[in-house]
């Protein structure tokens, strides 16, 4: 699984990378053998002069068998954003994995 991450209008500190990339692999680390990339990113959307909610984190993961699949949420603070935005994908990989399963990986309780 390839993570690569970025930042728009903001510093990606060190810190912050490996908050990020901590984060990430807790949430779908179950799922690493099907998850092809992880493209995160931060944004700050106005820029460093307006405050409130202004932050966004978007994730793209590359799913084998799924495809790309979108979270994305914006906050005022960014260590939330990101354990808000890291657990849904989490949440979303499993449901659409779990789905594929249900619908092409298992039998009926009567064997058809």
Same mark, same amino acid.
């Given at each position: 699984m390839k993570i690569c991450m970025f930042s728009h209008r903001m510093e990606l500190t060190e810190e912050l990378k490996t908050y990020l990339e901590r984060r990430l +692999?807790?949430?779908? *680390?179950?799922? &690493? +053998?099907?998850?092809? *990339?992880?493209? &995160?990113?931060l944004i700050d959307v106005n820029?460093?002069?307006?405050?409130?909610?202004d932050k966004r984190c978007r994730i793209v993961a590359k799913v084998a068998g799924i495809g790309r699949l979108v979270v994305q949420d914006d906050d005022a603070e960014l260590l939330p954003?990101?354990?808000?935005?890291?657990?849904?994908?989490?949440?979303?990989?499993g449901r659409k994995l779990g789905w594929a399963q249900e619908r092409f990986g298992r039998q009926s309780a009567s064997g058809a």
């Amino acid at each position: 699984m390839k993570i690569c991450m970025f930042s728009h209008r903001m510093e990606l500190t060190e810190e912050l990378k490996t908050y990020l990339e901590r984060r990430l +692999l807790f949430a779908v *680390s179950r799922f &690493a +053998l099907k998850i092809q *990339s992880i493209d &995160a990113g931060l944004i700050d959307v106005n820029g460093e002069t307006a405050g409130g909610v202004d932050k966004r984190c978007r994730i793209v993961a590359k799913v084998a068998g799924i495809g790309r699949l979108v979270v994305q949420d914006d906050d005022a603070e960014l260590l939330p954003l990101i354990d808000r935005t890291t657990d849904r994908l989490g949440r979303l990989i499993g449901r659409k994995l779990g789905w594929a399963q249900e619908r092409f990986g298992r039998q009926s309780a009567s064997g058809a």
